[in-house]
């Protein structure tokens, strides 16, 4: 028999971290012992980068979980490929949010390439609560780049981060 899974990984980009997200990570600490956010450098996403440095973001996801009150989730930034910040952690799974079936042909897709690179990590789809299915990082930032409120879409400190950034 198999190993148990106690410590995951949830990576991404969180640019910003949104309530979606932090819905997926408080159900990954209730299933797992051990949770990490990895946060993705990904300096070219989609070619333009990302809005928010490295540094903030990792600090955002820090203030949103303790806004929310979600306890044992360690939170650090990474850069290269997923399997060998797994490695460097010792952890043997990896959990993403799943919203709708085009996150599932991605998210399929990236865990079939990570159990060819490391077959030893598990992928675990955690699918996102009805109210937070439409959210995503990139519709939260158009919105508060053109100036409409982002209020229940991010946590209230992460509003205040698009603010400054937007302003």
């Known amino acids: 028999m198999g190993q148990t899974v106690s410590h995951v990984v949830l990576p991404g980009t969180y640019d910003p971290v949104t309530l979606g997200h932090v819905d997926v990570i408080k159900r990954a600490a209730r299933l797992f012992p051990q ?8 300096r070219s996403k989609r070619g333009v980068g990302t809005a928010f440095t490295l540094d903030e973001r990792v600090r955002m996801i820090e203030e949103a979980l303790a806004e929310c009150s979600i306890e044992r989730v360690q939170v650090l ?16 799974g990896v959990v993403k949010g799943l919203r709708a079936m085009t996150d599932f042909e991605y998210e399929l897709q990236q865990a079939d390439l990570n ?3 490391a077959p030893d990590l598990e992928s675990v789809f955690v699918m996102a ?7 995503s990082s ?3 930032r158009e919105l508060a780049a053109l100036g409409s409120s982002v209020h229940g879409l991010v946590p209230t400190c992460v509003e205040a981060h ?6």
């Open 35 to 42: 949770v990490t956010v990895g946060v993705a450098a990904s």
């Open 77 to 92: 930034p990474f850069e290269g490929l997923l399997v060998d910040f797994c490695h460097e952690l010792g952890s043997k």
């Open 115 to 117: 159990a060819h690179l």
């Open 129 to 135: 609560s009805p109210e937070f299915g439409y959210v």
């Open 138 to 140: 990139s519709i939260v």
């Open 162 to 167: 698009l603010r400054r950034q937007f302003a």
